[in-house]
């Protein structure tokens, strides 16, 4: 029997520390359920459906058991449905603009609930509600939920220690908003992440860091367990120190590694990303700088040769585009004495022909240049599998395939590289062996998000926690 049973709770929270087993908690509960209604289940990335779902099929629960989804994309679909009872401008529901059709999603599901125009539906569809990761709620969605606890039974779980989106706006607080409506009905308090990997009294040392924290104290990272080093930054060649970290191996063959920075230092996380053998960056779901770069594209000749490298250094080591450019116009002017490279005639066919088959075969050439390394290899692959689509004989413009795979890369669940860079933001509800912590200090300039963040980062490492930081009291 599971330490808290979901399937017993009306209306109620489960409070769930980082590794403390939630998502086996849900598994559990829905292997459980014999009722003729499914169960359903919202969290709020389709990242975080994917690795639910795939969870539950390894368990050999019955799909007919339950109904999974985002709570944006069950907010659309309910939409969809009732599209004149909601009153929503139906250009929404075409997801042409995400962003702020998101937002009018959210409002009109919220009030399409609270009218209570569906609860026979409701209760017809579903035996009950639960949803994962519910500090990450903002207030339509919390809206949303709370109407569904009075049709059906309902229980929320999560950690308000982890709720590190609240700069996208007002979040509920979990123990005046949340614990409000959704009485406490447990916390999970055995760290089975550590457990399983054999670090039993670091993940105890870890539950007690949170109690540290969330009463607004500080950790001191002298009294750690053996699992934890601090790597003091004492403006002593700092830079040094910070790479010789990145470089950390796990205490198992073939183990990985999360390395996490500030979110807003994304040009250090490239650096690092490029300057440590094996990294790779962890990439933001917007594709932002694949987007941005379609869209500044054409297709036609000649080709943008500059735009391309400025791009391609961007993701790959060893490009030296500004010397390439320069020998491009000496052999373009038939003034070269050496042998044109492969790199160099790709380079020339596509500036010749800007299409997206010698844009392509330039990529390709620069990645396989002697020396050279992606280091952001999700920004480079979604790249050539859009320029594919949109290639000889296809109608898609490359901007439009781009968001196309953009969107469908959404609905996938992340798989981490061997050694990932990233921020706790892009990192949350990933896990490795080894988590290293660049500097303790930085992930946000109010101390409550600081904090937050830095509890995402710290709870990663399953093995083993390499903190960077001037003092050994962080938080």
């Known amino acids: 029997m599971p330490e ?76 969809k449905t009732f599209p004149t009872r909601s009153a929503i401008d139906i250009e929404h529901l075409e997801l042409a603009d995400p962003r702020n059709d998101y937002r009018a999603i959210k409002r009109a599901a919220a009030s399409l609930l609270g009218a209570t125009h569906i609860d026979d539906i409701l209760d017809a569809s579903y035996s009950r509600v639960i949803v994962d990761e519910y500090q990450d709620c903002g207030s339509e969605q919390h809206k949303m939920v709370r109407h569904l606890s009075t049709v059906l039974p309902t229980v929320v779980l999560g950690d308000p220690m982890q709720e590190i989106f609240s700069w996208q706006g007002d979040h509920p607080n979990w123990h005046d908003d949340i614990c409000d409506i959704f009485q406490p009905v447990g916390e999970l308090v055995t760290p089975w992440r550590w457990i399983r990997a054999g670090a039993e009294a670091f993940g105890r040392w870890l539950l007690e860091a949170r109690q540290i924290l969330m009463a607004g104290d500080q950790i001191d990272l002298r009294g750690a367990p053996p699992e934890v080093e601090w790597v003091h930054l004492d403006g002593a060649d700092d830079d040094a120190k910070q790479r010789k970290a990145c470089l950390a191996k796990s205490p198992q063959p073939r183990g990985d590694v999360l390395i996490m920075a500030a979110g807003v230092q994304r040009d250090r996380q490239r650096e690092i990303a490029r300057q440590t053998p094996g990294a790779v960056t962890v990439e933001n779901v917007d594709l932002t700088d694949v987007i941005n770069f379609a869209g500044s594209i054409d297709l036609d000749q000649p080709g943008d040769l500059k735009t391309v490298l400025d791009f391609a250094s961007a993701v790959t080591t060893n490009v030296e585009g500004a010397e390439l450019m320069r020998r491009i116009d000496v052999l373009e002017r038939e003034a070269g004495r050496k042998e044109v490279t492969t790199v160099e005639a790709a380079a020339i066919d596509y500036k010749r022909s800007g299409s997206a088959e010698d844009l392509i075969r330039l990529f390709l050439a620069l990645e396989n240049k002697p020396g050279a390394r992606t280091f952001r290899p ?33 609905m996938l669940g992340r798989r981490v590289p061997p050694r990932a860079v990233g921020s706790p933001l892009l990192l949350k509800g990933l896990e490795a062996d080894v988590a290293v912590i660049l500097n303790a200090a930085e992930f946000d300039r109010m101390r409550s998000r600081n904090t937050k963040n830095l509890y995402v980062a710290i709870t990663r490492g399953s093995r083993k926690l390499i903190v960077c930081s001037a003092t050994p009291w962080i938080g």
Do not use: M, Y
């Not at 929270?13 to 849900?26: D, F, N, R, W, Y």
């Not at 169960?39 to 779902?53: E, F, M, Q, S």
């Not at 480079?380 to 469908?408: H, P, W, Y």
């Open 4 to 79: 808290i049973d979901l399937l017993d709770v009306r209306c109620g929270s489960v409070t769930a520390p980082a590794g403390c087993g939630k998502t086996q908690l849900i598994v559990d509960s829905l292997g459980r359920h014999s009722g003729r209604k499914p169960i359903l289940i919202l969290t709020h990335t389709n990242a975080g459906v994917a690795a639910l779902r795939s969870r539950l099929e390894r368990a050999g629960v019955k799909s007919s058991s339950f109904r999974l989804a985002t709570l944006d994309g069950w907010a659309l679909r309910t939409l």
């Open 378 to 410: 999700e920004i480079l692959r979604t790249c050539l599998q859009a320029l594919r689509s949109c290639g000889l004989g296809r109608k898609d413009t490359f901007l439009n395939a781009a968001l196309r795979i953009r969107e469908q890369s959404r």
